[in-house]
Nanobody, 115 residues
């Protein structure tokens, strides 16, 4: 059974930083690409960043230079380091993985950027 559990969200002031974590179980973590997505109120879920099993990364234009995705295969965990946060980064952040013809999502973690 594939399970993804995000953590690390919270309330932060503009310009601040947060690090999100996503712990995966039920998969051979090291062989899968992993993604971070976010969904703001009233908006569609959007891709934030992906990391391949080989460590290659891609980012949405809106977060390039501010966010960094990384993975630790020993701990089956993918991270999202978020710096220089802006109010428009406020959203629920989800990690995901695609395997066996399905896409799995975690429960999400709320990030609120506000003064």
């Amino acid at each position: 059974q594939v399970q993804l559990a995000e953590s690390g969200g919270g309330l932060v002031q503009p310009g601040g930083s947060l690090r999100l974590s996503c712990a995966a179980s039920g998969i051979i973590f090291s062989i899968y690409d992993m993604g971070w997505y976010r969904q703001a109120p009233g908006k569609q879920r959007e891709l934030v960043a992906v990391i391949s099993r080989g460590g290659s990364t891609n980012y949405a234009d809106s977060v390039k230079g501010r966010f960094t995705i990384s993975r630790d295969n020993a701990w089956n965990t993918v991270y999202l380091q978020m710096n220089s946060l802006k109010p428009e980064d406020t959203a629920v952040y989800y990690c995901n993985v695609a395997t066996g013809g399905r896409v799995y999502w975690g429960q999400g973690t709320q990030v609120t950027v506000s003064s």
